[in-house]
């Protein structure tokens, strides 16, 4: 979503480091080009003039023009303005200190309402919460169908007494039923049946209006709840600031949740939300899958904006999605001196998928914007052919790829759906990761470090950068006849002084007398 902008900020940083010293001239107009980034990014007007003013205010201070290197401390205050406007800092749900924790989720129809009730209820029951979701949204058709299938699939149970409307509007499925009495039943529930957290859906509309505004006024009366959250769809743009100051107004919600925010839209309700309506943004949502749910950490996506990368985030998704005994398997196996097999690669590619998207993974590591190209080209289902491939072998190819000959490569290939040359191409690329494994379970680390072995490809007789010591003649006697006569005087007449120096200049011979030096000079020569 923050492509664009990440791209447009990030050139205009780039020509600031050619500057050693920086210009009034300069600051403005690279504030203006942040200005201009930020609009065509479909930021809040007065957001950007706030956020504008403040980065060429405090880059006109002494603390830019005092510093060492000018053009990384305006990136520094971008940033800090950009988490600023964002948020600050992240907070995590108010729980009820007598449960159940009432949570009331309000907005738009369209905004995702519903399927982020399942995201938010999956992610409260992996932290060892048991939720309860209720279907108070009796009028847009099928809700509480879809509310249903949803909670089915987080493993949450659903509080539906009313069907609500089950067909098309305008048509005999309107409900008659009353979604305040629904949700206030529902909280009443949760408590006899010693749920910790209530999640209310509510309906929304097209637009804001008065109806939209009483009814969810009216649940919150009713349920007393300890978080509104404000669910926004984040590729709206500035319509998002008009929508949420409305609903801040007529139902004062606690915190903002930003759905939709893997879509391709230019962002702005994401920068502007925030600051103008004075609430924190306190999760997002970043795809379909009820997984794609995160917490939202302001300096973190302004790290993202500015390619700084989200490493935290990275780490943070790897542990959750390796398995820690298998981990400490596979380096007990390593330490071993055990070869790296298909199998274990197998196994590996497993947890890389749990993980996610492989290019949302990508996206995350620093400077990867100067990659933005090769990671929109880059082919998820590439990861599924690998798998097909190592899939379609035997325990005992994968055991020992060796034994795979041509008749093998043939089979493997027809039952994976691919070439033949797709399974060579992965044999060889396994051959050099095992080789590498190898290597790091001998020398304890990397390859090509101090201490280690070299990295594949780079051989083991000669290294880069250094000469490998001359043979010494077993007999000390030069080839050439001159030579090896002078040799044999200096033999016989002691050690001499090297022939040559740093001058070209040959030594001087021990007959001759000693070189006149001024006096003190000595030391310096080591005489």
Same mark, same amino acid.
Do not use: C
């Given at each position: ?14 020509n600031l480091r050619t500057k050693g010293r920086l ?5 403005d107009a690279t504030v203006r080009e942040i200005r ?20 060429? !205010? ?28 964002? =948020? ?61 299938? &949803?909670?089915?699939?987080?493993? &949450? ?11 098309? !509007? ?148 790897? !542990? ?65 052919? &690998? ?91 030069? =080839? ?41 000079? !000595? ?5």
């Amino acid at each position: 979503m923050f492509a664009t902008l990440s791209d447009r900020l990030t050139s205009t940083f780039k020509n600031l480091r050619t500057k050693g010293r920086l210009s009034e001239a300069d600051i403005d107009a690279t504030v203006r080009e942040i200005r201009r980034a930020l609009l065509d990014a479909d930021v809040a007007v007065s957001v950007v003039r706030e956020f504008t003013g403040t980065v060429r !205010e405090r880059a006109l201070s002494a603390e830019v023009s005092g510093a060492l290197n000018p053009a990384q401390q305006v990136v520094k205050i971008v940033n800090e303005e950009l988490v600023a406007i964002l =948020g600050g800092e992240s907070r995590g749900l108010n729980l009820a200190k007598n449960p159940p924790t009432v949570i009331m989720l309000a907005g738009l129809q369209g905004a995702g309402k519903t399927t982020l009730a399942g995201k938010l209820a999956l992610n409260l029951r992996e932290q060892g919460h048991t939720p309860l979701l209720v279907a108070a949204d009796l009028q847009r058709p099928n809700a509480v169908t879809q509310l249903k299938v &949803v909670g089915e699939r987080a493993g &949450v149970p659903v509080y539906a007494p009313d069907p609500g409307n089950q067909g098309a !509007e305008g048509q005999s499925g309107v409900s008659t039923g009353d979604p305040v009495t629904v949700a206030r039943a529902g909280v009443e529930t949760a408590r006899s049946r010693q749920h910790d957290v209530v999640i209310i859906d509510t309906a929304g509309r097209l637009g804001v209006d008065a109806d939209l505004m009483q009814q969810a006024a009216d649940i919150r009366d009713a349920t007393n709840p300890d978080e509104i959250l404000f669910v926004i769809d984040a590729m709206i743009g500035q319509d998002a600031v008009a929508t949420a100051q409305a609903f801040a107004e007529g139902v004062s919600f606690t915190g903002v949740v930003l759905s939709k925010l893997d879509g391709d839209a230019r962002g702005g309700a994401a920068l502007s939300v925030a600051r103008v309506t004075g609430q924190p943004i306190l999760f997002a949502s970043t795809g379909e899958k009820l997984t794609d749910f995160e917490v939202f950490h302001p300096d973190r996506m302004a790290s993202r904006i500015l390619d700084m990368g989200d490493v935290l985030t990275l780490i943070e998704q790897a !542990e959750k999605a390796f398995d820690a005994d298998q981990a400490q398997d596979m380096a007990d196996k390593l330490a071993s001196g055990k070869d790296f097999t298909l199998a274990d690669f197998l196994v590996q590619m497993q947890q890389m998928r749990n993980m996610g998207s492989m290019k949302k993974m990508l996206g995350m590591l620093p400077g990867m914007g100067q990659m933005r190209e090769a990671l929109d080209n880059f082919d998820e289902r590439e990861v599924d052919r &690998v798998e097909a491939i190592v899939r379609s072998m035997t325990p005992g190819e994968r055991e020992n790829p060796k034994i795979i000959n041509g008749s093998r490569r043939a089979r493997i290939a027809k039952g994976s759906g691919v070439t033949t040359t797709d399974v060579n191409q992965l044999l060889e690329r396994f051959a050099g990761a095992q080789k590498m494994m190898k290597q790091m379970s001998r020398g304890g680390g990397m390859p090509g470090m101090p201490g280690m072995g070299n990295m594949p490809g780079m051989g083991g007789k000669k290294q880069r950068g250094r000469q490998a010591p001359a043979k010494k003649n077993k007999k000390g006697r030069s =080839g050439n006849p001159a030579k090896r006569v002078a040799e044999q005087q200096g033999l016989t007449a002691g050690p001499s002084t090297p022939t040559g120096s740093a001058f070209g200049m040959g030594g001087a011979a021990k007959d001759e007398a000693p070189l006149e030096l001024p006096p003190g000079l !000595e030391k310096f020569l080591g005489r």
